[in-house]
């Protein structure tokens, strides 16, 4: 009973009391019912927060290199496949993973360098990792990376990182990149027709050494007839031709009698090195001359010279 | 045997820890300029040559032929044997000019380029019926020359011709037999004639001498029979056919040149003439077989 009035209880005062209290337990009414739904709605929101709070991120694991490979040895003038393995289970179930993101690079460089092909490679799914498998919780993706051949030798790690829209737990694994000391060369080194007894001059025939390893590379040369070690530059139609004849420069235009003869056994150019290469290819220049003997040779001469990077 | 695995470990290390290294090869090539070969010290074998009737005579050349890129290089040697004042420029006649390859004399010529020179030797078959061109013939101003001509796969230069003399040689075959048949004692052959074909086999144009004999030179028959002999002059020729027995002219003992008759040297086909002759038998004093010898005498 509420006594904020006082005032005598006439007929219509207490009709009017009375339209009061209904209307104030209907409000009372409504305001139990708002605070009941907003309960239940707090708890619902509660809930479903905590649900959310308990979605797990995948994790990865079991990451392989080439099957667990000791060392990388990589392919000259070009790419090499290197295969990353690796196990990814999210409690929520494999189908919860939504990629994974595989960095390849030199330990020294760290995850976070920039891609690089010298020393830092990241493939993602679907293109270049796949996932093979996937049952209950647990998914098998293999990465494929085509590394180049300058990438540089040392150790390197690979860094397996899942996702399901919330990057997962990372794995790594490491493995070495041997040393790849390699070189091609200009196919054919062509002095044209030349006169018994003539030689190039300072005229040159120019071989371009590229560097198809990753290494800084010094060069050696050496040659033969038909066969090694024996002491020809060039077998003819008719007769042979000495080592001596054929001679090179690293320097263009040297005349004939300064260019070094090329010898039977494998010598060093010298003052000539080839960097590894960063960006574009790297290469270096010979310059070669020959000497036609004055008797004794006629028709088409062939022989090999060998290239050998140091 | 943990020494064994450690070992091979340490190895396996090793190994692993050497760098790769992958050479490279390129191919030189160059071309030597040709030079032709040239050919030297061209020799005829014999100073004259004696050409053989009615066959061929083999003629030598021998050459030293050198090729500065190497005597491999030489591809051919070309001999032409012709008579010097006709040059060497022309087609083969077999009275003039003739071509012939040479070949290479065994080991003369050392594979590997060290080599550069090397010998050759032709043959050619000379035929009896070359021109000659010693004294006293229709070419005695010249001579027979041999030009040697090597070649590679850009030419060659012929050295210096050697030259020669080619004899003459004055030869004349003729048919084997020359045959009668039966005759009658006191009979001839009247205009009838019994054929005999002279070639020329020799290198010039030749005139014809004839004489006879039974059976011994200079006996003055022209048969023995199986009885008696007939005498010489029984046996007679003349140059035309058909001419009467009385007409001939009868064979001597001694050569006799048949005259108004010659044949030619031979520059196509062979040459030939042919020669009439007729018999008259004894009236008597003969039977049987006769024979006897009509001796041709080229001039």
């Known amino acids: ?310 | 045997m943990k020494k064994i695995l450690s070992l091979m470990l340490v190895l396996s290390l090793i190994v692993l820890s050497v760098p790769q290294v992958r050479a490279d090869n390129a191919s030189s090539t160059a071309s030597v300029t040709n030079v032709v070969p040239v050919s030297s010290a061209v020799a005829i074998t014999g100073e004259t040559i004696t050409l053989t009737e009615n066959t061929t005579t083999s003629v030598v050349v021998t050459a030293t032929v050198t090729d500065n890129n190497g005597c491999e290089d030489i591809d051919s040697v070309s001999v032409k044997f012709f008579r010097t004042d006709l040059t060497s420029t022309g087609d083969d006649d077999a009275n003039h000019r003739y071509t012939q390859a040479a070949t290479l004399d065994t080991g003369t010529c050392t594979a590997g380029g060290g080599d550069l020179s090397a010998n050759y030797t032709a043959t050619i078959a000379v035929q009896y019926y070359a021109d000659p061109t010693d004294a006293g013939s229709a070419n005695a101003t010249t001579t027979w020359s041999a030009k040697v001509t090597p070649a590679d796969g850009s030419g060659g230069t012929a050295g210096t011709d050697d030259t020669t003399e080619m004899a003459t040689l004055t030869a004349l075959d003729v048919t084997a037999a020359i045959e009668y048949g039966a005759l009658a004692l006191g009979a001839d052959t009247g205009e009838g004639d019994d054929t005999t074909t002279v070639t020329n086999t020799g290198n010039k144009s030749i005139s014809v001498q004839v004489d006879g004999y039974g059976t011994t030179d200079g006996q003055g028959k022209s048969m023995n029979c199986t009885v008696g002999s007939v005498s010489i002059e029984k046996e007679k020729y003349a140059t035309s056919t058909a001419t009467a027995y009385a007409s001939k002219t009868a064979l001597t003992d001694t050569a006799a040149t048949v005259t108004e008759f010659s044949v030619a040297q031979r520059t196509d086909g062979a040459t030939t003439g042919s020669i009439y002759w007729g018999f008259g038998m004894p009236a008597n004093g003969v039977s049987g077989d006769c024979s006897g010898t009509v001796v041709f005498t080229a001039l």
Not at chain 1, 133 to 152: F, K, M, R
Not at chain 1, 159 to 171: C, I, K, L, R, Y
Not at chain 1, 184 to 206: E, H, K, R
Not at chain 1, 265 to 273: C, E, Q, R, Y
């Open chain 1, 1 to 310: 009973m509420r006594k904020s009035f006082s005032a005598p209880r006439t007929r219509d005062t207490r009709k009017y009391l009375s339209f009061i209290n209904v209307c104030f337990n209907i409000m009372k009414m409504i305001i139990r019912k708002i605070l009941a739904i907003y309960f239940v709605f707090l708890f619902v929101l509660l809930n479903c927060s905590l649900v959310y709070a308990h979605d797990p991120p995948p994790v990865a694991s079991d990451v392989s290199i080439n099957s667990g490979a000791g060392s990388i040895s990589l392919t000259e003038g070009t790419t090499t496949n290197v295969v990353v393995t690796a196990t990814v289970t999210d409690d929520n179930g494999c189908e919860d993973i939504t990629g994974v993101t595989v960095k390849f690079y030199k330990t020294a460089m760290g995850a976070g360098a920039a891609d690089d092909e010298n020393n830092h490679y990241t493939v993602t799914t679907p293109t270049d990792v796949v996932k093979n498998s996937c049952v209950s919780l647990v998914a098998t993706y293999t990465a494929t990376i085509p590394v180049w051949y300058y990438a540089d030798p040392a150790e390197w790690t690979t860094q397996v990182t899942p996702t399901d829209g919330t990057d997962g737990t990372a794995s790594t694994d490491t493995i070495t990149i041997n040393t790849l000391i390699a070189l091609s060369v200009t196919d054919t080194i062509d002095y044209g027709p030349l006169a018994l007894g003539a030689d190039t001059g300072a005229g040159d025939a120019t071989t371009t050494v590229t560097n198809t390893g990753n290494a800084s590379i010094g060069v050696q040369v050496d040659g033969y007839g038909a066969s090694d070690s024996d002491g020809k530059s060039m077998i003819c139609t008719f007769g042979s031709i000495l080592l001596a004849n054929e001679k090179y420069s690293k320097t263009a235009s040297t005349a004939y009698a300064s260019k070094t003869a090329l010898t039977d056994t494998a010598t060093t150019v010298v003052d000539f090195s080839i960097a590894q290469r960063t960006d574009g290819a790297t290469t270096g220049d010979i310059y070669w001359g020959f000497g036609m003997p004055a008797n004794g040779v006629g028709g088409s001469c062939t022989g090999t010279v060998v290239f050998t990077p140091l």
